[in-house]
């Protein structure tokens, strides 16, 4: 078969089985546009804004497991593309992205619409092609699918010169079964002599902690987590990233860790003897301080990337492997010990956590009539019987999720957790939605985050991916304010967002459904009302408490002992809990500055 | 304990490939004190050696975040064995009898020669271990006015080789 190389980038996208390309159409990609006009395999999705592109296709290859695809233009086609490139890159999410290309003759040339996207790109993906010749492109193609989708999976350019896309010019067509890179061979399975090692660690562990990460999702290990955490009877703590890999009702679950997890799962890592970390790579907002970071334990961790491994924190057994196997390895190892392994030897450390736990410490006002966002959260788990997929942005509200909405399943929580990227809720929503048209898709949002990627609004009519907008309308840049309450004395720079659009309205210029919420008592009749109109998009404008702050929080550069705790919570202002070790408790004052405006 | 590494690197000879090893460097905020490549008899491969300094731990995770850049095919740190290094050095001076002398009166293994020669300037070629080419640098009286400097290359003694 002979075909033209626009042709050819549509054909190893069939090939690949790739359903959906999320793109924006422009000089450098007319070629490869009147190819995807030609052929009805591949759908094209007209996003509004390229950022939009990517955050679509990302949100899409998070909870469907499968790669996200973008196919934008050259130059402001791939700088706007570059934001939701690094959002994936950070979060170890599979994109292959298309990028268009000034012709070969004048790369260089300062042409119009031209930049150095490999250059560009270089620091924020996995891998970045340029092609030079129209018979390479479907073996980079190839290559791009295989890399971003194997072993650390990640963004990969693929960006592609005008003329070589060129209708006239046909060769002949072979889409690779598969590619050998001599410079590329992931790890897949787990040093056994390591796993024996760690199993022999698990084995006299008193105050063990399960603390698991992103990578059991994109492992596609929950259910060997599940497993191995049951097996043994530890406690288990997840990461943002790793929500819901491990179920957020089962009892053995201690809550999120970091600056805004629980008191319990924080104290339990600082208390702890064993730490397994699998598929996590302590991020600084997980670690807190480095050097007061689990200071009494030994540390197991487990991961794809060798560069993860004692990258911030030295670890004691390193396993680098897919979770997947490593984790089964480490099963068989634990169920041969059969009786020998004591499930009660570790009793005292649930008492221990148990009381940390009654200490209640994502308690909020409930008594009170103003709407408080982990209110809103609350309500929308119970309307949505805790399975809806859930996309966030980034702040407040991404915290209030991720507290108060419990997932048990994988890949049901979508956020952006290691670029922190405002914007990024909606578009992925969507991208969601692609992927699970039957779902309940909820995008859990702010006034500051949902104005940076507005415009996919109008796709979403478009091509009718219907998602409740469950946007928590505080006035502020929620964490902006809450950092500068707690660190700036109050001085409220730039975070209160005066003149905001009527988003009622909004959402009814781009042809959906917009509802206000002010009075707490509608806010479950009106998430009833929102879900129940399954084939439209709804805005849910909620007028929430201006001044509510996520609690737990570990300040920056503080160690897991060292959090401020809610005001409704169970702790005393700065009284030492005698029962529990050496907690230093900070309580907040319930009066705040209003802003200066 | 800060320490100076040679770590020896087949990269894919591609474009852009030697940009992702230096931006690797810039990004991460890892020292470069020298780097030096060449294509090897392989054409689809290059050689670079780089020399960095860093704690046992940076220089671990130099070589890890190297590794994991899919142009590189393979490393060595030949600081890890008995290795040996060299660099090359041109130098121009003003003519001048106490360099000709200072070259001539060298031991004979060491590998130093006056390479071009005009009425009123000298090139110098030197090539050694990078301490012997500041010592020699250094003990030179009179205007230096140019020195180019390759940057270390290296190899392990013996049978620890960095081959495909």
């Not at chain 1, 018979?135 to 890399?147: G, P, V, Y």
Request: include cysteine.
């Amino acid at each position: 078969m002979e075909l033209s190389g626009g042709e050819i980038v549509i054909q190893s996208l069939k090939d690949e089985g790739v359903e959906y390309v999320f793109g924006y159409p422009g000089g450098c990609v007319l070629h490869i546009y009147d190819a995807i006009f030609q052929q009805q395999d591949v759908k094209h999705v007209l996003v509004r804004h390229e950022q939009g592109a990517t955050h679509a296709a990302d949100g899409y290859a998070r909870s469907s497991g499968k790669p996200g695809v973008v196919l934008v233009t050259s130059g402001p086609g791939a700088t706007n593309a570059v934001t939701g490139i690094a959002t994936a890159y950070m979060d170890s999410i599979p994109l292959v992205v298309i990028t268009g290309q000034v012709p070969r003759a004048v790369i260089g040339t300062d042409a119009f619409q031209e930049v150095d996207t490999v250059g560009i790109t270089r620091p924020c993906v996995k891998h970045n092609f340029l092609v030079k010749d129209v018979a390479d492109i479907a073996e980079t193609m190839k290559k791009a699918f295989f890399l971003a989708t194997s072993g650390r999976p990640g963004p990969v350019v693929v960006d592609i010169p005008k003329d070589i896309t060129d209708p006239n010019v046909k060769v002949p067509y072979r889409y690779p079964e598969e590619v050998n890179m001599r410079s590329y061979k992931p790890t897949v399975s787990g040093n056994i002599g390591q796993t024996r090692k760690a199993v022999a660690f698990i084995k006299e562990a008193k105050r063990p902690v399960i603390y698991s990460g992103g990578g059991v999702v994109l492992g596609e290990a929950s259910e060997e987590l599940r497993r191995l955490s049951r097996t043994l009877n530890f406690p288990v703590t997840q990461t943002l990233m790793g929500l819901g890999a491990f179920p957020g009702t089962d009892s053995q679950f201690v809550g999120m860790l970091g600056m805004h997890g629980t008191y319990e799962a924080n104290m339990a890592m600082h208390g702890s003897d064993l730490i397994i970390a699998i598929g996590a790579r302590f991020d600084d907002r997980v670690t807190g301080k480095i050097t007061e970071f689990c200071p009494n334990a030994k540390i197991i961790h487990i991961d794809v990337d060798p560069a993860s491994i004692s990258k911030t924190i030295t670890v004691d057994v390193p396993i680098v492997g897919q979770v997947k196997p490593i984790l089964l390895d480490m099963l068989a190892q634990i169920e041969s010990l059969g009786e020998t392994f004591d499930r009660e030897r570790i009793s005292a450390w649930w008492s221990q956590i148990d009381e940390w736990r009654a200490m209640d410490c994502m308690a909020y006002d409930k008594k009170t009539s103003t709407i408080k966002p982990q209110y809103v959260i609350e309500q929308l788990y119970k309307v949505t019987n805790g399975d809806a997929f859930v996309t966030s942005d980034v702040g407040q509200h991404q915290m209030f999720a991720a507290q108060f909405y419990p997932f048990d399943k994988p890949r049901r929580w979508i956020n952006s957790g290691g670029l922190g990227t405002m914007g990024f809720g909606l578009p992925a929503a969507m991208g969601v939605k692609f992927a699970n048209p039957d779902a309940d898709v909820a995008c859990v949002t702010g006034e500051g985050s949902i104005q940076m990627c507005l415009q996919e609004l109008s796709t979403m009519l478009q091509y009718d991916t219907p998602v409740k907008i469950i946007n928590l309308n505080n006035g502020y840049l929620g964490m902006v304010r809450q950092w500068q309450e707690f660190t700036y004395k109050g001085r409220y720079s730039h975070s209160y967002m005066d003149a905001l659009p009527d988003f009622k309205k909004l959402a009814e210029a781009y042809g959906h459904v917009g509802m206000q919420i002010t009075k707490k008592t509608d806010v479950e009749p009106a998430l009833r009302e929102a879900f129940a109109m399954k084939d439209r998009t709804v805005f849910m404008d909620f007028l929430t408490d201006s001044k509510e702050n996520v609690y737990p929080m570990i300040e920056a550069g503080k160690a897991h002992n060292n959090m401020v705790m809610a005001p409704s919570s169970k702790f005393k202002a700065d009284t030492a809990q005698s029962s529990l070790s050496s907690a230093s408790v900070k309580r907040m004052p319930d009066g705040h500055k209003k802003a200066a405006l | 304990m800060s320490r100076q590494h040679i770590i020896s690197v087949l990269l894919e000879n591609e474009s852009g490939a030697l940009s992702r090893v230096s931006g690797l460097f810039s990004a991460r905020a890892y020292n470069i004190e020298s780097l030096t490549v060449a294509p090897t008899q392989d054409p689809t491969l290059s050689r670079l050696t780089l020399v960095t300094v860093g704690s046992e731990e940076t220089i671990e995770q130099i070589k890890k975040q190297l590794n994991k850049l899919i142009d590189v095919v393979k490393l060595i740190d030949l600081s890890e064995s008995f290795s040996l290094e060299r660099e090359l050095a041109l130098l121009k001076v003003k003519q001048n009898d106490a360099m000709v002398q200072k070259i001539d009166g060298l031991a004979t293994d060491a590998l130093a020669r006056i390479t071009d020669e005009t009425d009123d300037y000298l090139i110098i070629e030197l090539s050694g271990e990078k301490l012997w080419l500041d010592d020699f640098l250094s003990s030179i009286e009179g205007e230096i006015i140019e020195v180019v400097r390759t940057g270390v290359i290296g190899l392990s003694r013996g049978e620890r080789s960095l081959t495909l």
